[in-house]
């Protein structure tokens, strides 16, 4: 008989991140063996006035939400579940650009673990793949006023060591975790501490230079931006096109059919030969 996952090592967790600079993401956790959603609960702690950078991490959730409403199988034990506040001196205009940088993080630290940095894809706006499958989500959740971001919410689900048979039967196929790559169990705090360390990382640059790195680095990882045939779906229907590469805000561009180029910043989006 199997052995029963670990809980989370959250002193291991806060022991790799020590000693970092104080602005740093990180420097506070919060750990919960079972919450409802670690995006609500970081959202409540932002509106309190929670400081930039505080984690949230649970073992388990209850009602784990990723886009557009849909619900992120959250397994006890087995997964990262994350969110973290963020608070960056940028417009409203910019908050679309959390997501790209948190979706390059998440690859860095999924790549790092395994050991190949070419396994791991991503797919826009920000989901992780490998092999076709979703190995991570994430959802931002941003307050802002006319002027300036309040706050962002950056809720983040990483499978890490959830076997076929941990997933509901509708996710076979379509859902792979950091075990399934590797063959092996791997180490959850590890996983959180290079998580964490990454979205730091990407999170500075974003900051500094506006938002240009992010776009570049995106680019970089996502072969769908370019020359791909997809189908959209959005507030205007159903249509499809071809990727032109994303914009200064993150916006995936769609040569349409008719020749007219398209931003898309909300909606779903299919190769084509994939629906």
């Known amino acids: 008989m199997s052995q029963p996952p670990e809980p989370f090592a959250i ?46 991490i649970a073992d388990q959730q209850a009602a784990g939400r990723g886009r557009g409403g ?49 396994a791991i894809h991503l797919k826009w706006p920000n989901d992780v793949m490998a092999g076709g499958a ?3 989500g994430i959802l931002p959740e941003s307050r802002a006023s006319q002027e300036a971001i309040r706050d962002i919410v950056l809720g983040i689900g990483l499978n890490v060591n ?63 931006l370019a020359g791909r045939r997809v189908r959209v779906r959005d507030a205007a229907g159903s249509w499809s096109g071809v990727t032109a590469g994303i914009g200064a805000d993150g916006a995936l561009k769609v040569r349409r059919e008719d020749g007219g180029l398209t931003a898309v910043r909300f909606g779903e989006v299919g190769r084509l030969e994939d629906i």
């Open 11 to 56: 002193e291991r967790l806060r022991a790799a991140l020590k000693g970092r600079a104080g602005d740093a993401l990180g420097g506070r956790i919060e750990f919960h063996p079972s919450l409802g959603s670690t995006s609500d609960r970081a959202r409540d702690l932002a509106a309190s006035g929670e400081p930039h950078g505080t984690v949230v």
């Open 162 to 224: 959830q076997r076929r048979e941990d997933f509901p039967e509708e996710l076979h196929g379509t859902a792979t975790s950091l075990h399934l790559l590797a063959g092996r169990a791997l180490d959850r705090a590890e996983a959180a501490a290079r998580l964490v360390t990454a979205l730091d990382e990407w999170y500075n640059v974003w900051v500094h230079d506006g938002g240009a790195g992010i776009t570049a680095a995106y680019a970089a990882r996502c072969p769908d």
């Open 134 to 136: 979703k190995l991570a």
């Open 70 to 118: 849909r619900a992120w199988h959250s397994a006890d034990r087995l997964g990262l579940y994350l969110s973290v506040i963020l608070r960056p001196d940028a417009p409203p205009d910019q908050a679309p650009l959390a997501g790209l940088m948190a979706a390059v993080a998440c690859r860095q630290a999924a790549a790092a673990l395994l050991g190949d940095d070419k």
